[in-house]
């Protein structure tokens, strides 16, 4: 069965061409391969933008444009200490605040609804509840800045290795109730969603179809960010629950392998081939 539109909801993440091609040939190759939507990291090579501002965008939208694609998602990168959510120190929060207050501002300027989001990481020597309440407060802050630019936040779990702030669906539920905005949202990433034993079916349970706005859709074992085939989950009954949800974000890949970064192309277009039976 199909389940999706492969023009409407099909997405890939430029997170495996991030540090070893520009953004220019990611759009290229996608255009090749028949893929309309994309999700861009910003905050590094590629795109640059840090807490002071962001750089001019006239030709990243142009190679966009060209290419015909469209952005559906930023992720301002969040994987080190430099800008995290939940970070202590007063000069680094406001710092983070700003970062993250461009993210959004950069979402609004490519056309993307959705920043991707993360909890960050408290101190893990610190009462777990202090570092979920710093989230908590800088995405109260953020979606401030989001609502007039019409920006979903989406905030995602980690690995317990990578986070004890957010690793399970209930942790992030105490965040997005404690946050308690219409621009907060949840979105699912399949490997830490597995890593925590849980299903796609618990985070539809727990936070409703309407609060599930954007996914990274990905194989694993469950540990890791793997193409479709080479990990152990079944790509049509994720996809099966998904759409008997009514999901309507994006299917996005997400694939982090290190052989996959030294071949892009050739793994998209296994992961494509293997997804192009499920969408119409």
């Known amino acids: 069965m199909k389940y999706f539109s492969r023009d409407e909801q099909l997405c890939n993440f430029n997170i495996h061409y991030q540090k070893k091609y520009s953004v220019e040939y990611f759009c290229a190759r996608m255009e090749e391969m028949g893929i309309k939507n994309i999700e861009l990291i910003a905050g590094g090579q590629g795109i640059v933008m840090d807490h002071t501002g962001i750089e001019d965008t006239t030709e990243l939208k142009a190679s966009i444009a060209k290419h ?9 990168e969040s994987c080190g200490y430099q800008y995290q959510y939940a970070a202590k120190d007063p000069i680094v929060r406001e710092r983070t605040f700003n970062f993250f207050a461009n993210g959004i501002r950069l979402c609004a300027d490519l056309g993307a609804e959705v920043l991707q989001a993360n909890a960050g990481w408290g101190f893990w020597d610190e009462p777990l509840r202090e570092g979920q309440d710093r989230a908590a407060e800088m995405f109260r802050r953020l979606c401030e800045v989001a609502e007039p630019l019409g920006v979903m936040i989406a905030c995602e779990t980690l690995r317990p290795q990578e986070s004890l702030s957010a690793y399970r669906m209930d942790e992030v539920k105490y965040i997005f109730d404690k946050v308690n905005h219409p621009n907060f949202k949840v979105m699912l990433d399949l490997c830490a969603m597995g890593v925590a034993g849980e299903s796609i079916q618990d985070w539809f349970d727990l936070f409703g179809a309407e609060n599930i706005v954007h996914t990274h859709f990905q194989d694993g074992t469950p540990y890791f960010h793997m193409i479709w085939g080479e990990g152990k989950r079944s ?16 299917i996005s890949q997400e694939i982090t392998m290190a052989e996959y970064q030294q071949q892009p192309v050739e793994y998209d277009r ?8 499920y969408f119409y």
């Not at 015909?68 to 301002?76: D, F, I, P």
């Not at 009954?237 to 008997?244: Q, W």
């Open 270 to 277: 296994k992961n494509f081939a293997a997804l192009s039976e």
């Open 68 to 76: 015909g694609l469209r952005v559906r998602a930023v992720s301002a």
């Open 235 to 250: 790509l049509e009954d994720d996809l099966r629950t998904m759409y008997e949800h009514g999901y309507k974000g994006m």
